[in-house]
Every structure is written in structure tokens, then in C-alpha cells.
């Protein structure tokens, strides 16, 4: 069974630009969840999506948004591209939303703003 | 503000048995505690997952006490491929929070 498939692995931006990462999750589950890596902020939960609705949202600005396609595929989106956003951008995917349903992790999106 | 907390760092040798904390004093009702162990460049990988008192499986133990304010992962009998970065995942309130990672370094 494919695990959950994260694209582009890398990309530079410049300042100012927007970016779309795009994630695939294992086969069958519902819920997406984002989050950012950063070595001084650590793993932060953006948003999470189940069935095409946004169910939770982290702490970041409005420039971070994302959806979820009926196929469960998702994709995140930042705009006005700041220095600050440079990070690893994760997306796990799991069964269903929350309590007992295990939550599995891409290999990032390496994200780097110039 | 949530706070979901780790040691910073820990030492061990190879075959020793490691046990890592978190705490996480606002965990929701209904939410479970996963514990992950990510290696440079990679996502987290699941190690293990649990509700209330003690869940094992084959890489790993995972210890809940009755309040669930916190948790602990026990690896026995570590090798030098579980250094790594270990973290916590708790539900708090409507949110997925992360702990700070604890970086485990194991020596020959």
C-alpha cells in the first residue's frame, strides 16, 4: 500500500511569490492534515480536512490556506511568500478525523523562500 | 497556551532501555497519544499509539497514567539506528500539538 505522497519534494520561491504543495494520502483514508517544520518553531499543525470540509486550523496567518478534492487529495497554499516561511511542509493523512485514528506522515516538502 | 513538553536531549548506550517523557497537561478527552521518531530529511514515523495505561508492540512501550497528563515511550534495548528525534502528538482542544522533540543519541 502506497504511504502518503508528497509534491515537489524541493522548491525555491522568491519573496512575494505563492506556492501550492500538493499531497496524496494513503489509499482510502479521509482526513489531511498539515503541518510546518521549522528548527526554531518545531512541527506546527496548520489545518486539517475530512470529506472536503475543513475540520481544525492552527495559529498562521491567512496567507496559509488549503483544500481537499473529493478524491481526498490535497493541497496547500501560501501566498505572499515571506522569508520566514521557509520550512518543511508535511501532510499525514489517516482514516478518519481525530481520536483513535493513527495519523501517517509524507516525507515533506522542502520549502525554501529567497 | 498548550504546552506538550520533552527533554531536549538524551543519552544512551546500545541494549540500554531508553524512556522518554511528554507532558502534555491539556489533552483532549477523546484523543489518543502518538509517539513518532523522525530521522533527518524524512517525516515522522509512527512508533506507537495508545488511550490510557500501557500499549505495547514489537519496537516499543508506551506508559499513560490514570490523569493522562502525560506519557512516556520506552525503547528496550536500543541501537545506534534509533538515534533520531522523538516526538509526542496530542490532541488539545481543536488542535493537533506536536511536543518539542526529544533527540536521542545512542553511542556504541
Known amino acids: 500500500k502506497a504511504g502518503v505522497t508528497q509534491t515537489p519534494r524541493y522548491l525555491i520561491k522568491t519573496r512575494g511569490q505563492q506556492v501550492t504543495l500538493s499531497c496524496s494520502p494513503i489509499s482510502g483514508h479521509r482526513s489531511v492534515s498539515w503541518y510546518q517544520q521549522t528548527p526554531g518553531q518545531g512541527l506546527q499543525f496548520l489545518f486539517e480536512?475530512?470529506?472536503?470540509?475543513?475540520?481544525n486550523k492552527g495559529n498562521f496567518p491567512g496567507r496559509f490556506s488549503g483544500r481537499q478534492f473529493s478524491n481526498s487529495r490535497s493541497e496547500m497554499n501560501v501566498s505572499t511568500l515571506e522569508l520566514g516561511d521557509s520550512a518543511l511542509y508535511l501532510c499525514?493523512?489517516?482514516?478518519?478525523?481525530?481520536?483513535?485514528?493513527?495519523?501517517?506522515f509524507g516525507e515533506g516538502s522542502w520549502l525554501t523562500v529567497v | 497556551l498548550a504546552k506538550t513538553t520533552q527533554p531536549i536531549s538524551m543519552d544512551s548506550y546500545e541494549g540500554q532501555e531508553v524512556n522518554i517523557t511528554c507532558s502534555h497537561n491539556n489533552i483532549a478527552t477523546n484523543d489518543y497519544i502518538t509517539w513518532y521518531q523522525q530521522f533527518p530529511s524524512q517525516g515522522p514515523r509512527f512508533i506507537i499509539q495508545g488511550y490510557k495505561t500501557k500499549v505495547t508492540n514489537e519496537v516499543a512501550s508506551l506508559f499513560i497514567p490514570a490523569d493522562r497528563k502525560s506519557s512516556t515511550l520506552s525503547l528496550p534495548r536500543v541501537s545506534l539506528s534509533d538515534t533520531a528525534v522523538y516526538y509526542c502528538?496530542?490532541?488539545?482542544?481543536?488542535?493537533?500539538?506536536f511536543g518539542t522533540g526529544t533527540r536521542l543519541q545512542v553511542f556504541p
Open positions: 499525514a493523512s489517516s482514516l478518519g478525523s481525530r481520536g483513535g485514528n493513527t495519523i501517517y
Open positions: 480536512y475530512f470529506s472536503e470540509t475543513q475540520r
Open positions: 502528538l496530542v490532541g488539545v482542544t481543536d488542535k493537533l500539538i
